[in-house]
């Protein structure tokens, strides 16, 4: 009676380890799928600097409207053109900051959704409020902070 007893005690353990054993493997397989996707949807160096310089462009382009350029009128070049190499928007999975201004002109920190990566736009539009002609802004950037 004692050998079936140790069998079934025996047999319930084995049971129970493979079922630890499981459970670890799924939650090492979900951490691992968790880290994947992060990393996917997080822009590194080169992603950050690229949406910036296309910000730049579409700014350069864009006739500035009222007494200068806002963080919106920041954002919206992001939006329209910033794009991953599968023309996919990535103006979700940046921020914009204001960081002031100097004698450069309006400064823009952007930096991807954890606030890493940042890129200074360095932006400047001389309005003139007589004339009829368009005025087109004046960018630059710099790699890291403003």
């Known amino acids: ?6 069998y079934v005690d025996e047999h319930s353990r084995s049971d129970r380890t493979k079922k630890v054993v499981a459970y670890c493997a799924m939650a ?20 950050v600097r690229s949406a910036a310089d296309a910000a ?19 954002e919206r070049a992001l939006a329209v053109g910033a794009r991953d ?28 959704s954890n606030g890493d990566h940042p890129v200074c736009l360095i ?7 007589a004339s009829d002609t368009p005025t087109f802004p004046i960018t630059s950037l710099i790699d890291g902070r403003c």
Not at 1 to 6: K, T
Not at 62 to 72: D, E, H, N
Not at 123 to 129: F, I, K, N, P
């Open 85 to 112: 190499e599968r023309g996919h928007r990535l103006a979700s999975r940046l921020k914009v900051e204001p960081a002031g201004e100097d004698s450069r002109g309006d400064l823009y920190e952007i930096t991807n």
């Open 28 to 47: 090492a397989a979900l951490s691992l799928g968790l880290l994947l996707i992060y990393r996917i949807n997080t822009l590194d160096q080169d992603q």
């Open 1 to 6: 009676m004692m050998s079936s007893y140790s």
């Open 56 to 74: 730049a462009h579409e700014l350069e382009r864009t006739p500035v409207r009222g007494l200068g350029i806002s963080i919106f009128d920041v």
């Open 123 to 129: 932006v400047r539009a001389d309005v003139q409020l």
